[in-house]
């Protein structure tokens, strides 16, 4: 076992934290203050690679794998949090999941786009019901008349919706077959029939929208079905299981991004005579923030590894992603006691540290949906009378070949 990184991953590392600091860091003011969508430097960030690095070369992929993704996501969520959801719509949810069940003519016409940022992204599957129950909340249907399915109903909390060229949405095809009544559906979102309207959130720093979504007999061809009819759910959670990594790493850059601040400020900031890190109790506070970042980081990077070695996953990247969101909570909140006052000021980055890992802590199935998986699968709970919730999640580590590999449920 090597807990090393190679010097491939360290010089991707520094790849990523030189492109946060020219790109990001020094236009975060103008971005907050405008609320302008930053297309551009997702564009400089497609071109370097940064979202292309688990995509094949011939589709325009840096093949950099899941490591290393995991590597540059931790570093631009540092940087500036929010920019951590274009991992998810450009990288991830939107652009992987065509890759793995697109046909050949769908990867080549949305994919190599995506990974560059030339389209912007999003994964529609929420609904206002619940989205912890997807499928017993999906209200969205959509009927094949002819050559096209028409497509009515809603979606909330979309990531980009208002930005978006090009989605992956989920629709039911048959409102009786339960979860295997659900469909995927690559959508464009410049045909009639879609709006998309952000949600008002005047949380600090949080300059990325996420959107209600309407579908009002909004046509798409037959041949922008993903997968096949009923196959939406299994899909959806696939897609889930490969986000969470990105959802991981994106909060342990939270959890680095505190520490580094607050080891900083410790140093500078003198209370009563003395630098406010020679205090014991602030000594205790530094003390759990770093090795609960670096053990969440260790999870992180465990569930990338085993990723790379062309395994789902899904129980690691679970505990990854609920670990990691319980610590991002914690060492923000301990930031903040820090910081004192001054950690709600906007000279600091500490209050969008403490918003966007609280608000992580629902992406990618909330904290109550992983300790959930993670109990059933101590206890060795495998069937029987399980929440719709639970199979949900039962699903999420079939992939593409048909293979059933390792399963959280069991
Ligand atoms: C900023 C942001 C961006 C988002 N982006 C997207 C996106 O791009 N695409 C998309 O499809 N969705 C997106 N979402 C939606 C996100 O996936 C949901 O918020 C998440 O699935 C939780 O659903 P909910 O908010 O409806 O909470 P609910 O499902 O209403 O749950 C509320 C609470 O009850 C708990 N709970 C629910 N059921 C149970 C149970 N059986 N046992 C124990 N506890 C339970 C949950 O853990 C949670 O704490 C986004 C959300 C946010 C906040």
Redesign the pocket.
């Known amino acids: 076992m090597n807990f090393e990184l190679s010097s491939e991953n360290i010089q991707v590392k520094n790849m990523a934290r030189a492109i946060a600091e020219k790109e990001i860091l020094a236009n975060v003011k103008y971005f907050e203050q405008e609320r302008k969508f930053p297309k551009e430097i997702l564009q400089k960030m497609g071109a370097a690679g940064i979202f292309g690095a688990c995509f094949p070369e011939k589709y325009g992929g840096s093949e950099m794998g899941f490591l290393n993704l995991a590597i540059i996501a931790e570093e631009i969520s540092k940087a500036h949090p929010s920019f951590g959801y274009a991992f998810?719509m450009q990288a991830m949810t939107c652009p992987f999941t065509i890759l793995n069940w697109g046909t050949e003519e769908q990867i080549q016409k949305y994919v190599p786009d995506l990974i560059k940022a030339n389209l912007i992204g999003?994964?529609?599957?929420?609904e206002s019901g619940?989205?912890?129950?997807p499928a017993g909340s999906m209200k969205t249907y959509a009927r094949l008349e002819g050559d096209e399915y028409v497509i009515n109903g809603s979606?909330t909390?979309?990531?980009?919706a208002n930005e978006a060229d090009v989605g992956v949405l989920f629709a039911k095809t048959d409102l009786k077959a339960g979860h295997k009544g659900i469909s995927a559906f690559i959508v464009e979102t410049n045909r009639p029939g879609f709006t998309a309207k952000p949600i008002e959130i005047s949380s600090l720093g949080f300059m990325m929208r996420?959107c209600e979504v309407f579908l009002e007999d909004y046509r798409i061809p037959k041949e922008n079905l993903l997968g096949k009819e009923g196959e939406g759910f299994k899909i959806a959670m696939n897609a889930l299981d490969y986000g969470r990594l990105t959802v991981s790493s994106r909060l342990v850059g939270i959890a680095q991004g505190c520490v580094d601040e607050s080891i900083k400020y410790c140093n500078e900031r003198i209370v009563g005579g003395n630098p406010i890190g020679e205090y014991q109790m602030i000594k205790h506070l530094i003390a759990d923030m770093v090795v609960e970042t670096d053990a969440a980081r260790l999870q992180t990077y465990r569930s990338a590894y085993l990723k790379d070695k062309g395994e789902t996953a899904t129980r690691e990247s679970s505990y990854a992603k609920y670990f990691a969101s319980e610590v991002a909570a914690k060492v923000s909140r301990n930031a903040l006691e820090i910081f004192g006052g001054n950690g709600i000021s906007d000279e600091y980055p500490i209050m969008k540290y403490v918003n966007y890992a609280n608000?992580l802590h629902?992406?990618?199935?909330?904290?109550?949906?992983q300790r959930?998986l993670i109990a059933n699968d101590a206890l060795g709970i495998k069937n029987a009378n399980r929440?719709h919730?639970e199979r949900r999640f039962a699903l999420s580590s079939d992939i593409r070949d048909g293979k059933k590999a390792e399963s959280i449920n069991g």
């Open positions: 998810n999003m994964f529609a599957l929420t619940g989205g912890s129950d979606k909390w979309i990531t980009f996420s608000m629902f992406g990618e199935g909330s904290a109550n949906i959930i929440h919730i």
